[in-house]
């Protein structure tokens, strides 16, 4: 089975602060995904990858930035945070080949509050 | 561009009753559509997927959809509603991201099912 993990699933930070969101998956999958998700607004893209070193901006990039230095590991950074980054973030990978081709899999999300 | 719409962000049914949730896709290609559901604090699992074979797919926990291509449609359905079918379903489409050429998911709004015992 395909493994995305996100390395907190809860997070509390102040106002300010760097903020390191860290994704893995286990599938040698090319692609790899950052969304927030907020009530009513279902899932918006903020950035993906489509290889390692590179990134591409999706629909709402303002605030963050991402890192994939290596292909399993894709990093969402949020420079300074601010209270309306408040929010669930879900990482997701996907393949280019076989019969899975373009489904997304997706990491158990991190709950960040910023205070 | 592609997008889908989902008609209804709440759902309530009987346990037992028919479950029907909808989806409509707009899209300039053939569609590759998909459902997805989230269980409360959880991330999203695939139920099914559509990539133009057979028009009705069978998916995982008894869920199917039908593509229908003259409504422009990809609605979920479920014979009988489970207690352990309470959870947030997305419909989604794959698009093609002009900038990287490469392609996405674009999802819609969700619809949260209420399962009533």
């Known amino acids: 089975d395909v493994k995305v993990t996100q390395s907190s699933r809860y997070l509390v930070k102040r106002t300010g602060e760097k903020v390191f969101l860290e994704c893995v998956q286990d599938?040698?999958?090319?692609?790899m995904f950052w969304y927030r998700q907020d009530p009513g607004l279902g899932l918006r893209l903020i950035y993906f990858?489509?290889?390692?070193?590179?990134?591409e901006k999706g629909d709402i990039p303002e605030g963050y930035s991402v890192s994939r230095e290596k292909k399993e590991r894709f990093s969402l950074i949020l420079e300074s945070a601010s209270t309306n980054q408040t929010s669930m973030y879900l990482c997701a990978s996907s393949s280019n080949h076989g019969h899975s081709i373009d489904t997304q899999y997706f990491g158990p999300g991190t709950r960040l509050t910023v205070l | 561009a592609q997008s889908v719409t989902q008609l209804g962000s709440h759902v309530s049914v009987s346990e037992g009753a028919l479950v029907l949730l909808r989806c409509n896709y707009s899209?300039?290609?053939?569609?590759?559509l998909f459902w997805y559901v989230q269980y409360p604090n959880q991330g999203l699992q695939l139920l099914l997927k559509y990539t133009s074979a057979a028009t009705l797919v069978k998916g995982i926990n008894g869920f199917e959809a039908e593509f229908k291509k003259s409504e422009t449609s990809f609605h979920l359905t479920k014979p009988s509603a489970h207690m352990s079918d309470a959870a947030e379903y997305f419909c989604?489409?794959?698009?093609?991201?002009?900038?990287?050429?490469?392609?996405?998911?674009?999802f819609g709004k969700g619809t949260k099912l209420s399962v009533i015992p």
């Open positions: 990858s489509y290889d390692v070193k590179m990134k």
């Open positions: 899209s300039s290609v053939p569609p590759y």
């Open positions: 599938m040698d999958h090319e692609n």
């Open positions: 989604a489409v794959r698009t093609l991201y002009s900038g990287a050429g490469s392609y996405q998911l674009t």
